[in-house]
């Protein structure tokens, strides 16, 4: 069992190829990862080899540990960077809730763009929700799961400019390799920049200890509700898995 660093753009299966030269690790030898991290996430990845791929399910409900920048004034589809801007608030919240409000157990709903798989409505098939969300044909009752947050602590806080913040967002997503909407996502960066370059957005950086399955995107935007306005993950770096 190997504990990799996943890179900004690499989905866990680019960053488990990477990881199979990197190591010389022969292609005939069974790879692979416990637990994903979305496209634009960083951090902490395990990775399975070998005999080792038969324990998978023993990994994957560990507890998690993220540090992750909530960015106030910006909605997407996503919840992240890697979607279509849906809302822009360029008033900055005047006071935070109290991160002990969002502590404890609840019933999350999965994310539109998430890799969760669920039944088609047209024909039942499953399949992953984002390829729903794609085509229109999202599930009348969407999943959800039963998360916990144990702890979620203030590491950091400042601000960005407009121009700033979209330029860095179209860095990333131009990182991210296959289809992902990324045309229409940088062109949406891009038409924010011109209209909201010169405004100021707040950026708070959080530690946050949860149950596996926990969405940090999710957990973004509920701040961002409790605040008054609307956030997204600017960026989410997993820095623990169980004990490692």
């Not at 996943?6 to 990477?18: A, F, S, V």
């Given at each position: 069992?190997?504990?990799?660093?996943?890179?900004?753009?690499e989905?866990?299966?680019?960053?488990?190829e990477?990881?199979?030269?990197?190591?010389?690790?022969?292609?005939?030898?069974?790879m692979?990862?416990?637990?994903?991290?979305?496209?634009?996430?960083?951090?902490?990845?395990?990775?399975?080899?070998?005999?080792?791929?038969?324990?998978?399910e023993k990994y994957?409900?560990?507890?998690?540990?993220?540090?992750i920048?909530?960015?106030?004034?910006?909605?997407?589809?996503?919840?992240?960077?890697?979607?279509?801007?849906?809302?822009v608030?360029t008033?900055m919240?005047?006071?935070?809730p109290?991160?002990?409000?969002?502590?404890?157990?609840l019933?999350?709903?999965?994310?539109?763009?998430s890799?969760?798989?669920?039944?088609?409505?047209?024909d039942?098939?499953?399949?992953?929700?984002?390829?729903?969300?794609?085509?229109?044909?999202?599930?009348?009752?969407?999943?959800?799961?039963?998360?916990?947050?144990?702890?979620?602590?203030?590491?950091?806080?400042?601000?960005?400019r407009?121009?700033e913040?979209?330029?860095?967002?179209?860095e990333?997503?131009s990182?991210?390799k296959?289809?992902?909407?990324q045309?229409?996502?940088?062109?949406?960066?891009?038409?924010?920049?011109?209209?909201?370059g010169?405004?100021?957005?707040l950026?708070?950086?959080?530690?946050?200890?949860c149950?596996?399955?926990?969405?940090m995107?999710s957990?973004?935007?509920?701040?961002?509700k409790?605040?008054?306005?609307?956030?997204?993950?600017f960026?989410i770096?997993?820095?623990?898995?169980g004990s490692?």
């Amino acid at each position: 069992m190997l504990v990799v660093f996943k890179n900004i753009g690499e989905t866990p299966l680019e960053c488990l190829e990477r990881t199979r030269i990197d190591q010389k690790i022969g292609a005939d030898v069974p790879m692979t990862y416990a637990g994903r991290l979305d496209p634009l996430a960083s951090g902490k990845l395990l990775i399975l080899v070998g005999e080792e791929c038969k324990e998978k399910e023993k990994y994957l409900g560990l507890d998690k540990e993220y540090e992750i920048k909530v960015l106030f004034g910006v909605k997407t589809d996503t919840g992240d960077a890697l979607g279509i801007i849906e809302k822009v608030d360029t008033v900055m919240p005047d006071k935070m809730p109290s991160w002990s409000k969002f502590v404890g157990k609840l019933t999350q709903v999965y994310p539109v763009y998430s890799s969760k798989t669920v039944s088609r409505r047209s024909d039942l098939r499953k399949i992953q929700l984002h390829t729903l969300a794609r085509s229109g044909d999202l599930p009348d009752e969407m999943p959800t799961k039963e998360v916990e947050i144990y702890s979620v602590e203030e590491i950091g806080k400042g601000e960005t400019r407009g121009r700033e913040l979209a330029a860095q967002a179209v860095e990333n997503v131009s990182k991210v390799k296959g289809d992902f909407r990324q045309k229409d996502i940088i062109g949406g960066w891009e038409r924010f920049a011109q209209e909201n370059g010169g405004a100021v957005f707040l950026i708070i950086k959080l530690r946050v200890a949860c149950s596996s399955g926990t969405y940090m995107r999710s957990l973004a935007e509920r701040i961002g509700k409790e605040a008054g306005t609307v956030a997204f993950t600017f960026s989410i770096e997993r820095t623990k898995i169980g004990s490692f």
